[in-house]
DNA sequence: GAGTGGTCTAGACCACGTT
DNA sequence: ACGTGGTCTAGACCACTCA
């Protein structure tokens, strides 16, 4: 058995809830819970309970007091305390499972590299729509393409330069499917979304995407329209977009400068 | 006014609940809704209403019909069929605004670079806890490492080789406040995963990190210790990890291969 | 069988935004 | 004034786990 609740909850319930009266405790007891007003009582009783276990009260891998006495110690209903717990345990901090109790997270950052799941965002200046297009034909999708966008007919090959504030940054080569878009060529590429162009000219709306992501050095080709020497160090992404129906609408192999962008990824 | 919802609820409500008689219906009635047993109702109705959404029943913008209808049309309390709705909303799918309505999201891929939040993992071979010790020593820690750990005091410079079984894959250098650990040198770094060691011995808990990725080359130092050539492609990752109560406990610099690790980004 | 969490209901009052 | 979503309650039944 784990550790159990040390105490300190016992102190009031039971009787009355939702009494303020002040009777002065005889003893220096704890400062039990006390409800602000203004405040939905599902989220100051996350606080408190949050509180409790980053203070150590409630160390990780213990169990937690049940619903029954955590509503009695609060003196609120069953479905106010559960919203408390559900929003702790969707934020990681506690896992519960039916028949056994609920229990303290352990940390799950793990020393290596390799390590739980977590947030992620570019740094760096926004990139602007569009861009100066340098390729754009019809193409048979090669073994690879047509892989990734699990299907084998033709696509727009389009490789543009993308830019931020008149400042080349990356360079990218998108592949469509042609049945998405079949007069891609004719659209404004220059100035505009891809996501936008898509959406409102051919009704395609993209819903999620995947990305890898490496390190590289710039070739001749990249290091000439991005104005960076040649071996210059950069991301390379390869990225797949899914309609919000999930099939794959396009492939993108980009390279994005590495002296003016960086990736921050948030673990938890 | 955003675009209301064009029908296909109105055929079943109002009367009984939960009425599965098959009044034949004189027109092609859409199949309204058909509780199975066994699955959670909020989820049987999160699924269809899901489905609506993806389906382009509703459009992106649009605004979804008033829980007092949902509940009619799918024949269960307000409680459940807020459930429903509020694992939309923490799916990112739909929106809610007190006083005004529940709305489809418009999808929020960014074309560009820079796009909304998402998860993210690192794609290889498990990395080895502990790993060869090049280095441990007290420092003075300087400006930047200062800075980053939030506290000028003595830090322990700890630089490790990892390993994935048994080949370099990644040259790390840690700093770690001494207050937190002061005997960190004697203790087993090489095969212990410091998280799990300064948990154990010194009571440290990690509660979350920031890393910072850039591209990078292998220098003469990094190329020997893991084996790789001189200019080879590499992660470079600035990290700060926090304890549980938000203090900064270790600051790393480390360099992992490109050639076998890459980082993959789910996106939404 | 006793205790746990999971689900669901049918009411209630409130703050908010629109009309 | 009205309809929206936000909050909260006090019951109920269930599946699950563990002694």
Redesign the pocket.
């Known amino acids: 058995m784990t550790a159990r609740w040390g105490g300190g909850i016992s102190s009031l319930d039971q009787t009355s809830?939702r009494t303020y009266i002040d009777s002065v405790p005889p003893s220096p007891a704890p400062q039990p819970f006390a409800k602000r007003p203004g405040v939905?009582?599902?989220?100051q009783i996350k606080e408190d309970l949050f509180h409790k276990l980053r203070s150590g009260e409630w160390p990780p891998g213990a169990e937690?007091p049940?619903?029954?006495?955590l509503c009695t110690h609060y003196?609120?209903?069953?479905?106010?305390l559960?919203?408390a717990?559900a929003d702790l345990v969707s934020d990681g901090y506690v896992e519960?499972?039916?028949?056994?109790?609920?229990f303290v997270c352990r940390p799950k950052l793990v020393s290596g590299v390799t390590s739980a799941y977590s947030r992620s965002s570019v740094v760096g200046p926004a990139v602007d729509p569009g861009g100066r297009v340098l390729l754009c034909r019809r193409v048979k999708a090669d073994r690879h393409v047509a892989a990734m966008l699990q299907s084998r007919g033709a696509v727009w090959q389009l490789e543009r330069v993308r830019f931020t504030d008149g400042q080349a940054i990356g360079l990218q080569t998108s592949f469509i499917p042609v049945v998405l878009c079949p007069d891609l060529a004719k659209q404004d590429l220059q100035s505009k979304h891809l996501v936008d162009l898509m959406r409102d000219i051919y009704g395609v709306h993209f819903g999620s995407a995947v990305e890898y992501l490496d390190p590289g050095i710039a070739d001749s080709h990249v290091a000439r329209h991005l104005g960076i020497r040649v071996n210059a160090l950069v991301f390379r992404i390869e990225r797949t977009a899914y309609t919000v129906d999930g099939r794959a609408a396009e492939y993108r192999n980009a390279v994005l400068r590495g002296d003016m962008y960086r990736y921050r990824i948030e673990l938890r």
Chains 1, 2 share one sequence.
Do not use: D, N, P, Q
Request: no cysteine; charged share 25%; glycine share 16%.
């Open positions: 809830k939905a009582l599902h989220h937690m049940s619903e029954h006495i003196g609120v209903s069953r479905g106010t559960r919203r717990l519960r499972h039916s028949g056994r109790g609920t």
